[in-house]
């Protein structure tokens, strides 16, 4: 089995950390980013075994470039961490082309990539970063909560669909994670974000996930548990019985 896997929106928060932890645990890990600094940053924590790929995942052309850097070898797994928060506020007001930009990045780029990847990526497993926000809607949120319950059924369909080519493909709600992205969301005014008040709580109170034992517990899922697991469910690090089933 390759032990190889791509990590996109590897350039800071929860992707860093799991580039890290996968390093850890000794594979080879390719980080994909738009910033060339930012995944330097993340290259920079191991070397030997951190490589980068700086492209817009959004574009075709950026597709491209990560599927030709990758060349034809095999791929252990894929995980589709970057995402776009914004445009935040009212759907009544949002922008054509803000909506397609933030639809290009959740929604088109993991999608297409995958596509891209289906021969590395025999024997192999496609991870799709989920959130609540794929399964109920919140006010300010219309363009994320769309983009991400979008994926949440390419992942469903996709699932059934590559089973047969013996890649496994899975879903995972991290929770609330202490990153870049809740930094920003702490910053909306209520107009925009009505919940804004939950989230400066939560910073307020400790209350957000450690990227560390996230990252911790998406490698146990990549790399431990069994295939049809994996795919069955969407998994979610803050539910009881699915962090009792990591022992973590």
């Not at 996109?8 to 980013?33: P, W």
């Not at 995958?114 to 497993?125: A, H, K």
């Not at 989230?199 to 548990?225: I, N, S």
């Amino acid at each position: 089995m390759s032990q190889r896997m791509v990590v996109t929106g590897g350039g800071s928060g929860l992707g860093r950390a799991i580039c890290r932890e996968l390093a850890e645990r000794g594979l080879q890990v390719v980080a994909v980013g738009r910033r060339r600094d930012a995944l330097e940053g993340t290259r920079s924590l191991d070397p030997e075994r951190i490589t980068t790929v700086a492209a817009d995942l959004a574009t075709a052309e950026g597709r491209a470039e990560v599927v030709e850097a990758l060349g034809d070898g095999s791929l252990a797994g894929l995980v589709h961490n970057a995402g776009a928060l914004e445009p935040i506020g009212p759907l009544a007001g949002v922008r054509l082309e803000d909506w397609r930009q933030a639809q290009a990045v959740n929604v088109e780029a993991p999608l297409f990539l995958t596509q891209g990847l289906l021969d590395n990526l025999q024997g192999g497993r496609v991870l799709h970063m989920s959130s609540g926000a794929a399964h109920h809607g919140y006010a300010g949120w219309g363009s994320y909560c769309t983009g991400k319950a979008a994926l949440h059924m390419i992942y469903q369909v996709l699932r059934e669909e590559l089973r047969d080519r013996g890649i496994a493909v899975g879903s995972l709600r991290p929770g609330v994670v202490d990153t870049p992205m809740q930094a920003l969301i702490r910053e909306q005014p209520p107009e925009r974000f009505p919940m804004v008040q939950r989230f400066l709580d939560l910073h307020a109170t400790g209350q957000l996930e450690d990227p560390a034992e996230v990252a911790r517990f998406t490698a146990w899922l990549l790399l431990e548990v069994e295939a049809d697991a994996f795919s069955a469910e969407e998994w979610s690090f803050t539910e009881p019985a699915h962090r009792e089933r990591w022992g973590g």
